[in-house]
């Protein structure tokens, strides 16, 4: 129950939340700079914990729903309470995170234990006064987007125009409004009319950072359409499509499997996108279609275990990527704790492993590396000693700073640049 399933920082990068496979919620908060030490930056410690979804079973379709957290977003904010969406398979909840530090006290019809007074009592007026007390964080669910998806939910994204936001399951993407729960409107729909005719699913779903009107989504071919809204109300006609021509040396058994796009972002400045599948992370831009101009090789080294992966199930996992502030670098996951960093200008690329004997705080990260075959060097790892049920999916990069948190099955790693 508490194998993390999704990592998000907020959009100032002082919150932190996680969702785990229990339906629980967890936020970090950054400790501010302490006079005695201005030179360390503040460490993330736990903010408020909640449970945000229950197990639920569908009597109509005997379908046990899972409270498992699949994605977190959070919503830029406009006064002092924070608001996230977190949703599982099926449902949507928008929650309002807030303090309190003083309660009301000096009620005229009750009584300090809440408990209602005789009115033939009450005597004379008073007025209620505000008392300090020690802070509590409440967490409360605001509105509910139930009933709309008939597939389990793999995406949800925040409009840049904060009023909408979308939920896209495998075969059908739909649009929101925060005010209103009660419907949706179906934006794409790829559902067959012949379900024996279906090919293709939706994997991720993304909207533009500044265009309103625009959104990507994948799909488990290695596609990648984009869509405009201002054209149709429903966007089963893409703006754009990206994809690249497969080289038919590397074709095999495995091809269509590792070749599924597992999450797509947008990056800041909104002019390119990034895709990952099974092997590797390709950016693109939105302005050429028809290849990638970046293609990075995660873990190249897994091309002749695909047998085995497959067996294992492994190759079917589906793992994350995400920008730095800068658009810069990028940074997915791997397997045996491994997460891997490409720097778009200077084209180095290193591999850091989170585990327990190196996060000790103030500890250095040393880069690994991964030998196939042959004679093994003293910092090396074998492939064949790769831990495949040590993986890293989920992912986050604070948006101004280079501090990361990385999820390990259940262990969260908080890593910054060292600090002079």
């Known amino acids: 129950a508490d194998i993390i399933s999704t990592v998000e920082f907020n959009h100032t990068g002082e919150l932190l939340a996680t969702g785990d496979k229990g339906g629980r919620v967890v936020i970090f908060q950054r400790e501010q700079e302490s006079k005695h030490q201005p030179h360390r930056r503040g460490e993330y410690n736990v903010y408020s914990t909640f449970q945000s979804h229950e197990p639920e079973f569908d009597y109509l379709k005997s379908l046990e729903i899972e409270e498992k957290i699949n994605k977190i977003r959070w919503l830029p904010q406009q006064n002092a309470a924070y608001f996230l969406l977190s949703t599982n398979d099926k449902t949507v909840k928008l929650w309002k995170v807030s303090e309190r530090d003083k309660r009301p006290e000096g009620y005229n019809l009750k009584d300090e234990d809440g408990r209602l007074r005789d009115p033939s009592m009450i005597t004379m007026l008073r007025v209620p006064v505000l008392r300090p007390m020690d802070l509590m964080v409440e967490a409360t669910p605001r509105r509910v987007f139930a009933n709309a998806h008939t597939y389990h939910i793999n995406s949800i994204s925040v409009n840049s125009d904060y009023e909408t936001y979308m939920s896209a399951d495998d075969l059908r993407i739909n649009l929101w409004n925060f005010e209103i729960t009660n419907q949706s409107f179906n934006i794409v729909d790829i559902k067959p009319a012949n379900m024996e005719e279906l090919t293709e699913v939706i994997t991720a779903a993304e909207f533009h950072p500044h265009h309103c009107n625009t959104f990507?989504?994948?799909?488990?071919?290695?596609?990648?359409?984009?869509?405009?809204?201002?054209?149709?109300?429903?966007?089963?006609?893409?703006?754009?499509?990206?994809?690249?021509?497969?080289?038919?040396?590397?074709?095999?058994?495995?091809?269509?499997?590792?070749?599924?796009?597992?999450?797509?972002?947008?990056?800041?400045?909104?002019?390119?996108?990034?895709?990952?599948?099974?092997?590797?992370?390709?950016?693109?831009?939105?302005?050429?279609?028809?290849?990638?101009?970046?293609?990075?090789?995660?873990?190249?080294?897994?091309?002749?275990?695909?047998?085995?992966?497959?067996?294992?199930?492994?190759?079917?996992?589906?793992?994350?990527?995400?920008?730095?502030?800068?658009?810069?670098?990028?940074?997915?996951?791997?397997?045996?704790?491994?997460?891997?960093?490409?720097?778009?200008?200077?084209?180095?690329?290193?591999?850091?492993?989170?585990?327990?004997?190196?996060?000790?705080?103030?500890?250095?990260?040393?880069?690994?590396?991964v030998c196939v075959g042959g004679k093994r060097r003293k910092d090396e790892i074998s492939v064949d000693s790769l831990d495949f049920s040590k993986k890293i999916l989920h992912t986050a990069w604070h948006p101004s700073e280079n501090i990361i948190a990385v999820a390990a099955t259940n262990n969260l790693y908080i890593f910054q640049d060292k600090v002079n």
Not at 255 to 280: N, Q
């Open 216 to 369: 990507v989504y994948s799909s488990s071919k290695g596609t990648i359409r984009l869509c405009d809204m201002r054209t149709a109300a429903l966007c089963d006609r893409h703006a754009k499509f990206f994809e690249e021509p497969e080289d038919p040396s590397n074709r095999s058994f495995f091809s269509e499997i590792i070749s599924s796009i597992s999450d797509v972002k947008f990056s800041h400045s909104g002019r390119y996108i990034m895709t990952r599948d099974y092997l590797t992370v390709k950016v693109w831009d939105l302005n050429m279609e028809n290849r990638p101009i970046e293609t990075y090789q995660v873990h190249d080294y897994l091309r002749s275990k695909l047998c085995s992966l497959y067996e294992n199930d492994c190759i079917f996992d589906k793992f994350e990527c995400v920008w730095n502030g800068s658009d810069s670098v990028i940074m997915t996951g791997s397997y045996n704790n491994f997460f891997r960093m490409f720097d778009r200008n200077t084209k180095r690329d290193v591999t850091l492993e989170a585990s327990r004997e190196n996060s000790k705080p103030r500890a250095v990260l040393k880069p690994r590396k």
